[in-house]
């Protein structure tokens, strides 16, 4: 089995998305370098170990079987979507001065997941503008003067 990059699914049901194939110095053996798609963890195996067959329930199935193109699509837009609803809920759960603190943190980390890159430098407002809209999100908000 040829090993590109892509998803891949474990015998026993974990998603992996294989990173790079490297060389290992001293024996020129071909190494796998993975993450796992449940909690992030990179992980290196032997080519051959990757791809080779193992037992479940008596018969020979493969390591790893990639996940087809259709189906890739679709598990990094769910993926996508859970980081995204992940960081809004950590907004979400924020209060007082800290939601109106944290929306640049909270717009830069949405476009990083998305892939955005800004095509400006922000700048900061003056003070007074600066003092201005704090009591609009408050009034906003809160409706509180």
Not at 2 to 24: C, D, Q, R
Not at 94 to 113: E, N, S, T
Request: aromatic share 10%; proline share 3%.
């Amino acid at each position: 089995m040829s090993i590109e990059k892509g998803i891949y699914e474990h015998f026993k049901g974990g998603k992996y998305e294989v990173l790079a194939l490297a060389t290992h110095h001293d024996t020129e053996e071909r190494i796998v370098i993975y993450q796992s798609l449940q909690d992030g963890k990179v992980y290196v195996r032997e080519e051959t170990m990757f791809s080779e067959l193992v037992e479940k329930e008596g018969q020979k199935v493969p390591r790893f079987t990639r996940v087809s193109d259709s189906q890739q699509g679709e598990l990094e837009s769910r993926i996508t979507l859970n980081m995204t609803k992940s960081t809004l809920q950590e907004w979400a759960d924020k209060q007082g001065h800290d939601r109106c603190w944290y929306f640049p943190d909270i717009f830069g980390q949405l476009a990083r997941i998305l892939g955005i890159t800004p095509e400006k430098t922000p700048e900061l407002p003056s003070e007074e503008e600066f003092k201005a809209g704090c009591e609009r999100y408050r009034l906003e908000q809160y409706g509180k003067t």
